[in-house]
């Protein structure tokens, strides 16, 4: 308002121009001083993809409230593939990045090994002092091979199962989550149930949201997808791999999925709906579920162990690129919400799983009343710690995409599994190639 | 001008050969804004882009470049993906621009009688065409929504069981082409109408007085005469159906066009080769086929409507 009135004063005194001059200085001030450091103001810019929930969580807020001048804005995609094509085309071109970009897991090999030039190197503010902190593989992971750090974790994806108990009851099954954790101790344990449930089912409700998510879950729990060690592509003869696809496509096979693309509209409408009875949920998918079942679903979601054992699913980092304005600053910013206190009240929050050791120590008693009082930390702090340490690839997100695609083929077409395989084998060709 | 002649007329004695050299530049220099700007973001771009065709590049090291001469547009004829593409570009074309140009010839027919509220009505024949083409696609989508859809609940009113307008190739074509029908009848209309209003109406006059129905007017007085309309409609229609591209990509938000490519156009392809996988000599290959197929099919147009306004000056 005072900036307003001021300048209707200005515009009768002085006229037009000089307003224009005026409106101009007033919009050099700031950040002229910024570069100053102390004192002045800075807004650092912060680019993410899907949920990582900081603004939510009020992290943002709290950021502001110690660091007087500092204001934050975000901005958010939601899906994950359409972030990073942005985040390649302004990289490429070397403006219109933010302060601060977050990096998916399976994109930080690309950025390790073909961009290490476009991200700052941490160590120069410090970052080296910071690595006690996080769980090693996720530390080694940001690293390049000359030893620059060039991003910090955020958030890990152990996995878990999540079940509407109400359904259940509806269907005769069990809804403990004891109970149901043994029962389905092995996914054709999983499978055996959902047919069960199948048989008794309230109407327009599957086992499961699609077999690409069942597929995305399994291959989860493996230290070798797409690449092995040497960063050779092994995904077309990978035993573990072809296991993961078998399950999926005897899921779909057998009718027990609801045949929904994850993250599409109608996937975000089937929450509410109550299109199926389970899901399978990486810790970051609980912010999700909340914000997509929203308040009529507090209560009747709980999360119980996975089939088959733990594993991991997704994840992230926070980068500075080079072409960012405030480098020092956003540091500061990444640094602090990547701290242990902060990565386990965004646990609390959000759900989003912490990768500092600290943190997941800090949140070992947590429990979630939307999700029936689940003790969440201990599920998701056991499936961490037993999780295997991933082999990560330049093309990991993109191979994948192109078999969860054929999947859905198996599941929403009833193409032949062999037509469906050879087509992601096209796929992936055409993607790498 | 009014100034610069004033001028010239205060000092004579230099005046004539200035003059007259001004007159021979001075329309050059009355063009030269607009093929300064064609230069910078038509011509420039599109050379780029052949360049850049014959080069290996991705987005993610575009500092390596490796020759690779006609590779790139080798490697597309063998293309699978390519094939079905350019195959769904012409079937979506098709099913998109045929009911759309028959409809707006019917709805400019409608509108040409004398109604009450016409004018509101011809504005709002416009009106699909000022909304965005993402706004529309979202809505569609919805509306064509699987399980939730508006469309599949009307079907199933009828007793017509839900059909999956995202898998089917031929369901997810014809919700696609609905959307470019949607947003493109009212304005081909619109240019029909004018058309319609530049036929003399002694023509109309004198058909009625050798009894000639309506339907036969329509047919032997409206339609000749809107030939030249039709063609200019046909050729921007198809230039329009051959870059389609925001609707498919929006239509599920998928690159790929569906996930079996079901409705993956040609402009769509392009955009997932170059801004998806990130590989930028290839997309740029993809783009000078594009080029070249609108310019034999534009030429095919021409050919065809020459050749029909020769037969008729000869009849």
């Known amino acids: 308002m005072p900036i307003a009135r001021a300048a209707r004063r200005a515009t009768v005194r002085l006229g037009a121009v000089v307003l224009a001059g005026t409106l101009l200085a007033a919009c050099g001030g700031p950040s002229d001083e910024a570069s100053d450091g102390a004192g002045g103001k800075v807004t650092v810019t912060v680019d993410l993809f899907g949920s990582f929930g900081y603004k939510e969580a009020g992290l943002y807020a709290e950021y502001e409230k110690l660091n007087p001048g500092v204001t934050i804005k975000q901005t958010d995609t939601e899906d994950e593939a359409d972030y990073w094509k942005?985040?390649?085309?302004?990289?490429?071109?070397?403006?219109?990045?933010?302060?601060?970009?977050?990096?998916?897991?399976?994109?930080?090999?690309?950025?390790?090994?073909?961009?290490?030039?476009?991200?700052?190197?941490?160590?120069?503010?410090?970052?080296?002092?910071?690595?006690?902190?996080?769980?090693?593989?996720?530390?080694?992971?940001?690293?390049?091979?000359?030893?620059?750090?060039?991003?910090?974790?955020?958030?890990?994806?152990?996995?878990?199962?999540?079940?509407?108990?109400?359904?259940?009851?509806?269907?005769?099954?069990?809804?403990?989550?004891?109970?149901?954790?043994?029962?389905?101790?092995?996914?054709?344990?999983?499978?055996?149930?959902?047919?069960?449930?199948?048989?008794?089912?309230?109407?327009?409700?599957?086992?499961?949201?699609?077999?690409?998510?069942?597929?995305?879950?399994?291959?989860?729990?493996?230290?070798?997808?797409?690449?092995?060690?040497?960063?050779?592509?092994?995904?077309?003869?990978?035993?573990?791999?072809?296991?993961?696809?078998?399950?999926?496509?005897?899921?779909?096979?057998?009718?027990?999925?609801?045949?929904?693309?994850?993250?599409?509209?109608?996937?975000?409408?089937?929450?509410?709906?109550?299109?199926?009875?389970?899901?399978?949920?990486?810790?970051?998918?609980?912010?999700?579920?909340?914000?997509?079942?929203?308040?009529?679903?507090?209560?009747?979601?709980?999360?119980?162990?996975?089939?088959?054992?733990?594993?991991?699913?997704?994840?992230?980092?926070?980068?500075?690129p080079k072409a960012a304005k405030n480098k020092k600053e956003a540091y500061e910013l990444v640094k602090w919400l990547t701290a242990p206190e902060q990565q386990a009240k965004l646990f609390q929050k959000q759900g989003n799983f912490p990768s500092s050791t600290g943190a997941i120590d800090q949140v070992a008693d947590a429990t979630d009343p939307y999700f029936n009082g689940a003790p969440i930390g201990r599920i998701f702090g056991e499936a961490a710690k037993a999780a295997p340490v991933q082999v990560l690839g330049i093309h990991d997100q993109n191979v994948a995409q192109q078999i969860t695609n054929a999947l859905s083929e198996v599941e929403r077409k009833g193409t032949a599994p062999d037509k469906a395989w050879s087509n992601a084998r096209k796929g992936v060709a055409n993607t790498i190639g | 001008m009014t100034l610069a002649a004033s001028a010239k007329q205060i000092s004579p004695p230099r005046a004539p050969t200035l003059r007259r050299a001004w007159q021979k530049v001075s329309p050059y220099t009355y063009i030269a804004p607009f093929f300064t700007l064609f230069a910078?973001?038509?011509?420039?771009?599109?050379?780029?882009?052949?360049?850049?065709?014959?080069?290996?590049?991705?987005?993610?090291?575009?500092?390596?470049?490796?020759?690779?001469?006609?590779?790139?547009?080798?490697?597309?004829?063998?293309?699978?993906?390519?094939?079905?593409?350019?195959?769904?570009?012409?079937?979506?074309?098709?099913?998109?621009?045929?009911?759309?140009?028959?409809?707006?010839?019917?709805?400019?027919?409608?509108?040409?009688?004398?109604?009450?509220?016409?004018?509101?009505?011809?504005?709002?024949?416009?009106?699909?065409?000022?909304?965005?083409?993402?706004?529309?696609?979202?809505?569609?989508?919805?509306?064509?929504?699987?399980?939730?859809?508006?469309?599949?609940?009307?079907?199933?009113?009828?007793?017509?069981?839900?059909?999956?307008?995202?898998?089917?190739?031929?369901?997810?074509?014809?919700?696609?082409?609905?959307?470019?029908?949607?947003?493109?009848?009212?304005?081909?209309?619109?240019?029909?109408?004018?058309?319609?209003?530049?036929?003399?109406?002694?023509?109309?006059?004198?058909?009625?007085?050798?009894?000639?129905?309506?339907?036969r007017q329509f047919f032997h007085v409206t339609l000749p005469g809107l030939r030249p309309t039709i063609v200019f409609t046909v050729i921007v229609s198809t230039i329009g159906a051959t870059q389609l591209f925001g609707e498919p990509l929006l239509y599920e938000g998928s690159m790929s066009g569906g996930i079996s490519h079901q409705y993956q156009t040609l402009g769509l392809y392009m955009y997932e080769q170059g801004w998806g996988f990130f590989h930028l000599g290839r997309a740029a290959a993809i783009a000078w086929l594009m080029f070249l197929l609108i310019l034999v099919l534009v030429g095919v147009n021409a050919l065809i409507a020459r050749r029909r306004s020769h037969k008729e000056a000869g009849r």
Not at chain 1, 274 to 292: E, H, N, R, V
Not at chain 2, 75 to 86: R, V
């Open chain 2, 40 to 215: 910078a973001f038509g011509l420039f771009p599109l050379i780029y882009t052949a360049f850049v065709s014959l080069y290996r590049v991705e987005l993610q090291t575009p500092g390596d470049m490796e020759w690779r001469g006609l590779g790139n547009y080798t490697a597309l004829l063998s293309d699978e993906f390519f094939w079905t593409s350019l195959r769904n570009t012409f079937t979506i074309g098709v099913l998109s621009t045929v009911p759309q140009l028959v409809m707006a010839l019917g709805l400019a027919h409608l509108l040409n009688y004398r109604l009450r509220g016409r004018t509101f009505l011809r504005t709002a024949m416009l009106l699909p065409y000022a909304t965005s083409v993402a706004a529309a696609t979202l809505v569609f989508a919805q509306l064509f929504g699987r399980d939730f859809g508006l469309v599949n609940y009307c079907l199933g009113l009828v007793g017509v069981g839900p059909v999956d307008w995202q898998t089917g190739t031929v369901a997810s074509q014809i919700a696609v082409s609905s959307i470019v029908i949607w947003r493109w009848t009212g304005y081909n209309a619109l240019i029909y109408l004018a058309g319609m209003q530049s036929i003399p109406s002694e023509l109309y006059e004198a058909a009625e007085m050798d009894g000639a129905s309506r339907w």
């Open chain 1, 86 to 320: 942005s985040l390649q085309t302004r990289l490429a071109g070397g403006g219109g990045l933010a302060d601060v970009q977050g990096i998916e897991v399976g994109r930080i090999a690309s950025v390790t090994q073909q961009q290490a030039d476009r991200f700052e190197d941490l160590r120069k503010y410090g970052a080296d002092e910071l690595k006690s902190q996080f769980a090693e593989a996720k530390w080694a992971a940001a690293t390049a091979s000359n030893g620059a750090v060039l991003g910090l974790g955020t958030d890990v994806g152990p996995e878990a199962m999540c079940y509407r108990s109400d359904l259940l009851r509806q269907a005769g099954l069990p809804t403990d989550r004891g109970e149901l954790a043994t029962k389905w101790s092995t996914w054709d344990g999983y499978l055996e149930l959902g047919k069960k449930y199948k048989e008794k089912a309230p109407a327009k409700s599957a086992w499961i949201d699609s077999v690409g998510s069942l597929y995305s879950i399994m291959i989860g729990q493996e230290k070798e997808r797409y690449y092995d060690a040497s960063g050779k592509l092994i995904w077309e003869t990978n035993p573990a791999l072809k296991t993961a696809w078998d399950t999926s496509v005897e899921a779909a096979r057998s009718g027990l999925s609801a045949k929904l693309d994850q993250w599409s509209p109608q996937w975000n409408q089937a929450f509410a709906a109550g299109s199926f009875a389970t899901i399978p949920c990486p810790a970051w998918m609980l912010g999700y579920i909340k914000g997509q079942a929203g308040d009529a679903g507090k209560g009747k979601w709980d999360i119980a162990a996975l089939p088959g054992g733990a594993g991991n699913w997704g994840g992230s980092y926070l980068a500075v």
